[in-house]
C-alpha cells in the first residue's frame, strides 16, 4: 500500500525542506484624485482673463465670454450685467488670491510677524501684481482707465481687503516691538498707497531702477515708514 506522500501532488522540494517564503505583492497604486470642478462663475471668468488678455476689455463682449466659457448668455446675465461687472469681479478675485499667497501676518506657528518680514511680504504681493498677466494687459493698455477705476478710483472689494491683510500686520509688528505706534488702518492706507504707486509707475522708471534695485527700494520706503 502505498503512503500517503505518494498520492499527493509533487511539490518540487526534497521532503522537509522548509516552504520558500512568497514574493510580496506588488503595492496598488492608489487612483488619481480628480480635481474638484470649478464653479460656473470661475470658468465664466476664466474666459474673460483670456479674451481680456488677448484682445483687450474694448474688444471684450459679453457673448463671446459665454461662448468661450461654453455657457448661454442668459448664465452670465444673472450674474454680472455688463462686461465691466465681470472685469471688476475678476480684478477683484486675481487680487485676492494673489494676496493670499503671501503671508502678511502671523506665520504657520501662529506667531506675530516682524517689520521686515511683513515688508518683505508686501514687496512680493507688489511684485506679483505688477507682473499679474491680467493685471499688465490692463495697466499697458488703452484699457488702463478701467483699472485705474476699481484700484485708484475707488475703495474696492479687493482694495478692502489688501487693506485688511496690510492692517493684521501691522497690528502683529506692533505688539512684535518692531513697527511703530500709530492707528493700523491708517498706517495700512499708506503702505497700500506707497506700494500701489510703486507699481503703477515701474515701467517710467525701469531703465533707473532694475528689479533688485526696485525691490531694494521699495522695501527700503516701507521699513522707513514703519520703523519705530
Keep these: 500500500m502505498s503512503s500517503s506522500n505518494a498520492d499527493s501532488p509533487s511539490t518540487g522540494r526534497p521532503p522537509g525542506a522548509a ?4 514574493a510580496a505583492a506588488e503595492p496598488v497604486a492608489a487612483p488619481p484624485v480628480a480635481a474638484a470642478p470649478r464653479s460656473t462663475d470661475d470658468v465664466i471668468l476664466d474666459a474673460a482673463a483670456d479674451l481680456v488678455v488677448h484682445f483687450g476689455v474694448r474688444r471684450t463682449q459679453l457673448a463671446e465670454i459665454a461662448r468661450r466659457a461654453g455657457v448661454s448668455r442668459p448664465t452670465v446675465y444673472r450674474r454680472w450685467p455688463d462686461v465691466r461687472a465681470v472685469i471688476g469681479a475678476l480684478l477683484t478675485r486675481e487680487i485676492a488670491a494673489t494676496r493670499e499667497g503671501v503671508a502678511l501676518a502671523a ?13 518683505d511680504g508686501v514687496v512680493e504681493v507688489a511684485v506679483r501684481l505688477r507682473d499679474h498677466p491680467l493685471l499688465g494687459a490692463l495697466l499697458h493698455s488703452a484699457d488702463s482707465d478701467l483699472l485705474l477705476e476699481y484700484v485708484v478710483e475707488r475703495l474696492g472689494t ?28 491708517e ?4 503702505v497700500l498707497l506707497i506700494a500701489q504707486s510703486t507699481v503703477q509707475s515701474h515701467r ?16 527700503r520706503a516701507l521699513n522707513g515708514y514703519l520703523a519705530p
Excluded at 107 to 115: E, L, Q
Excluded at 187 to 190: F, I, T, V
Design 19 to 22: 516552504r520558500a517564503p512568497r
Design 107 to 119: 506665520g504657520g506657528d501662529g506667531a506675530p510677524i516682524d517689520r521686515e518680514a511683513f515688508v
Design 158 to 185: 479687493s482694495q478692502r481687503g489688501l487693506l485688511e491683510a496690510l492692517r493684521s500686520g501691522i497690528e502683529q509688528g506692533q505688539r512684535h516691538g518692531s513697527v511703530r505706534a500709530g492707528e493700523p488702518v
Design 187 to 190: 498706517l495700512a492706507a499708506m
Design 204 to 219: 517710467m522708471v525701469a531703465s533707473l531702477l532694475p528689479e533688485a534695485a526696485w525691490r531694494r527700494e521699495l522695501a
